[in-house]
């Protein structure tokens, strides 16, 4: 192994090192995967679940291009739920509660399994950078080991630090080491460097709990599944998760300890996400409130461990402890261990190209949280382009890149490497501009091709998503030929309060109306038969109602996204001196020249950069 060049590195096996080295492995390359523990491979740090507003795009999306967090997600599955279906399409959001233990089990039993991928349990101490061109990695032990390309996926463990209370030690989670050297490495060779901080509840005794006094949050009567792949089943069974609230007595005891929290007095400095803030947080700013929910979410099928959504804090240990028991259904909780915030460095992502690949070090990639980004989700969905663009890189072919338009995967990464940021990143829908385009129901659609081109998503895959699209589009055909008498269809129109029909009309129109779902439908002669006929299955059949529903919506998105392409396509040469266009205001040519977007699309997006800085630059290119 030691004296063995790997094409590709990757340090870290949290969300983003597993898809990274699971990308890379599969695509052909020789992949080591290095980790302080092997035991801890996947590790659901904080809360039981994948998926959920947004984030559960992204998981359809991975699995739509052949990655395993889709996979894994449904065979640890102990509930399904389609958040926000009473709105339209485009907002509806997978989300599963997860069984922690075998989650990280199937992800490491799935990466021993994949072919060109060997492991090693050592802490990396530091990078092997000459001439600005990444050579490999050192470990705390002083072994070298060389690779054509690495991916760093350090998570929380960079100079991590613990705070609980006026307590603080070194550390990247509960119980495991913080990663030192790696850090240092990087600002030498030119890198800045910040500090970012989050958070994760206690997790407490189920057994102690009297869930007669919270509310019953069960998942779906018809559960369904993240992967478009035939290898998983929609859960028989489920656990349910439960609700509760704090109050004002809960406030009181929290603010009791406001004295020792190193959050108001000055330990941490950092900043934490914006929109999953700490129990104390959250009582400070929204003081008018007098109570927060509280999800109780089961840690797996067999546990009693159970994680307290919605109490992240880095309180002393009593006051989390005596708040907690004043919560209903939790007067004589049992903690399993308290709350904690963590520190921990990371790297502003303006210093990223689109691949992921550094702009300082060549064949240097970053994925995850050393990226400023907050979540399992984002993190994967990085960590998988990453380890795509290393092989790619390695192979000597076209980079891999998505469009704002293409995916969420390509919003977030585009908005990383835009914008950057200064608090930990979370996708939201609305941070997409196309989110009728970006739907969970059709990531297979959008990406499974491209993915398919680059040796990825299997050819099985590959030809159950044309199949899926094909029968598809067959069934709106054959609603937009198919004509439906007024006595058929006027009794259903009459149950919506919607206008009879006066004659004949074809079933897409009728289909079109508010309120009239495909059950209607099937009423209509003729359906029903072609569905048998065609095997339609549940998928195509939702997605033969989106399109019906939602084409005016779709169109109008495609065509806002064709304009877009258009400036995607004014390409800015490599290390432009936008110093030299006087007529642009100091602004935009300060932040243009600092983060050196690839095309004028880009550059809109800058913050900082006006529509009138984009003409002058059209302009100046001579567009």
Known sequence: MFNKEYDVIVVGAGHAGSEAAAAAANMGCSTLLVTMNLQNIAQMSCNPAMGGIAKGQIVREIDAMGGYSGLVSDTSAIQFKMLNKSKGPAMWSPRVQSDRMRFAEDWRLRLEQTPNLDFYQEMVHGLIIENHKIKGVRTSLGIEIRAKSVVCTNGTFLNGLIHIGDKQRGGGRAGEAAATGITKDLIDSGFEAGRMKTGTPPRVDGRSLDYSKMVEQPG?????????????????????????????????ILRSGFDRSPMFNGRIKSLGPRYCPSIEDKINRFADKDRHQLFVEPEGWNTVEVYVNGFSTSLPEDVQFNALRSVAGFENVKFFRPGYAIEYDYFPPTQLQHTLETKLVDGLYFAGQINGTTGYEEAACQGMMAGINAALKVQEKDPFILQRNEAYIGVLIDDLITKGTEEPYRMFTSRAEYRTLLRQDNADFRLTERSYHLGLASEKRMRKMEEKKEKSLAFVSFLKDTSVV??????????????????????????????????????????EEFIAENNLDTEMLEQTEIQVKYSGYIQKEKNNADKLNRLEDVKIPKNFDYSKIKSMSFEAREKLNKIQPTNVSQASRISGVSPNDISVLLVYMGR
Do not use: W
């Open 486 to 527: 007024p006595e058929d269809a006027n009794p259903v129109l009459a149950y919506y309060n919607s206008s009879p029909m006066k004659q004949s009309d074809k079933i897409f129109k009728i289909f079109s109306r508010p309120n009239i779902a495909m059950e209607d439908v099937r009423k209509f002669p003729g359906v």
């Open 220 to 252: 779906d009567d018809v559960p369904g599944k993240f992967s478009y792949s035939d290898e998983t089943k929609p859960l028989s069974r489920q656990r349910s998760c439960y609700m509760t609230y704090t109050s004002n007595e809960v406030h009181d």
